[in-house]
C-alpha cells in the first residue's frame, strides 16, 4: 500500500525583500499533526505561511500539500487548505449563517452539505444564537470565530493559522482549540504561529524555531530540550537559549 503522501512539505522554500525572509526552509507536517512554528518578530514566520497559503508567490522552492504541487496547481492545492490571520476578513454586512453560505459557494460545497454544516460549526464555537445578527455587530473575538468557521466549511485538510488566538478571551481561546483538535482527530494538518508559549507547550505535537528564515531547531519538546541542552526546562527558557546564539549583537 502507498504511503499518505504529508499534508505539507516545503523545500528549499526561499523569499527575499530587502534581505532573506525565508532561506531554503525545509517543512514536513504529517496527516493528524499539530505543527507549531516559532520565532521572534521579523524571524520569517508569516512570510512563510504566507507562501503556503499562496498569497505571496515565493522566489524559489516548492511547497505540496498533500501531494499536490502548490506551485503548478495552486487552485486544487487551495482547495484542501484554510487560511486564517489574526485579523479577522469577513464580510460585515452578512450574517455568520449568509457568510458561511457565500464561502461554501467560492468553494464549491453544495447548499445541502453546507448549511448543516454551517450550522454545526456555528453551534460548536458558540456563536448558534447570533447566526442572523450583522457581523458589523459582534465582537473582535466573535469575528474571529466566524473567520475561523469560514476556513473550516470546506472541510480543508491542512489549516493555516497566523496567532490565531490574538485578542481572544480565555473562554473563546478554549473553544478555538477544542475546535482545532476535532478536525486533527478527523486527520487534518495544523501549522500554526502564536507568540503564547504555553499555548505551544501544551497543544504542539512538534514544535519548529524559526530564526532569519531558517529552520534552526525541530522536535517534540523532549527533543528541543536536548537540542537545546536545557534539562526539564520550559518551552520559554528552552525557546530564549535556542534562538540566543543566532541573535546579533546588539
Known amino acids: 500500500m502507498t504511503p499518505a503522501p504529508p499534508a505539507l512539505e516545503t523545500r528549499a522554500l526561499s523569499k527575499t525583500f530587502v534581505r532573506p525572509a525565508v532561506d531554503a526552509l525545509n517543512l514536513l507536517v504529517h496527516p493528524g499533526e499539530f505543527y507549531i512554528l516559532l520565532g521572534a518578530n521579523g524571524a520569517g514566520k508569516t512570510t512563510t505561511l504566507r507562501m503556503i497559503a499562496g498569497l505571496l508567490p515565493p522566489d524559489s522552492g516548492d511547497i505540496f500539500v498533500h501531494g499536490t504541487d502548490a506551485r503548478a496547481d495552486p487552485l486544487g492545492a487551495r482547495r484542501k487548505m484554510a487560511w486564517l490571520s489574526d485579523e479577522p476578513m469577513i464580510y460585515e454586512k452578512l450574517s ?44 473582535k473575538g466573535m469575528r474571529q470565530k466566524v473567520a475561523l468557521a469560514g476556513a473550516l466549511v470546506h472541510d480543508p485538510k491542512l489549516i493555516i493559522l497566523d496567532e490565531p488566538l490574538t485578542g481572544l478571551d480565555a473562554g473563546s481561546a478554549r473553544v478555538v482549540k477544542a475546535a482545532l483538535r476535532d478536525r486533527l482527530a478527523e ?53 530564549l537559549s535556542l534562538i540566543a546564539p543566532q541573535t546579533p549583537d546588539a
Not at 205 to 222: C, F, N, P, S
Open 187 to 239: 486527520g487534518a494538518a495544523v501549522i500554526m504561529t502564536t507568540h503564547i508559549l504555553d499555548v505551544a507547550e501544551r497543544m504542539a505535537d512538534r514544535i519548529g524555531v524559526i530564526d532569519q528564515g531558517r529552520l534552526i531547531a525541530e522536535g517534540t519538546m523532549a527533543e528541543l530540550r536536548r537540542q537545546a541542552n536545557t534539562g526539564e526546562a520550559s518551552l520559554e527558557d528552552v525557546f
Open 96 to 139: 455568520p449563517l449568509e457568510y458561511l453560505d457565500f464561502v461554501a459557494g467560492l468553494w464549491g460545497v453544495p447548499r445541502a452539505v453546507s448549511r448543516p454544516q454551517g450550522a454545526a460549526l456555528l453551534d460548536m464555537l458558540g456563536l448558534a444564537p447570533y447566526g442572523r445578527d450583522r457581523c458589523e455587530s459582534l465582537s
